[in-house]
Nanobody, 124 residues
């Protein structure tokens, strides 16, 4: 069992930056690849980024590539999402998720544990 708690969301102007954090409970954090997803009102949950167990092989959705950076610190059981050059279309609830699989998965069904989400609002 892994419990995930996101933090760091908030209100920012377009062009600004935010850093999200996701703290995991338990001693098996490094056994999971970690992903970030987001869900805007009226839309399906969509993949944002993923990082492997060791912190390598970051993988991004095309919509955020070059603007967002995923990282993790296994000594702190935490995964981060650094978001730069934010756009109004980045406004959503952001979720972190844990996946026991090695193969890159970009669909929500492929992840085993989820956080409760944190709201990001980007104003124009």
């Amino acid at each position: 069992q892994v419990q995930l708690v996101e933090s760091g969301g908030g209100l920012v102007q377009a062009g600004g930056s935010l850093r999200l954090s996701c703290a995991a409970s338990g001693r098996t954090f490094s056994s999971y690849a970690m992903g970030w997803f987001r869900q805007a009102p009226g839309k399906e949950r969509e993949f944002v980024a993923r990082i492997s167990r060791s912190g390598g092989n970051p993988y991004y959705a095309d919509s955020v590539k070059g603007r967002f950076t995923i990282s993790r610190d296994n000594t702190k059981n935490t995964v981060y999402l650094h978001m730069n050059s934010l756009k109004t279309e980045d406004k959503a609830v952001y979720y972190c998720a844990a996946d026991r699989n090695i193969v890159v998965v970009t669909t929500p069904l492929g992840y085993d544990y989820w956080g409760q989400g944190t709201q990001n609002t980007v104003s124009s």
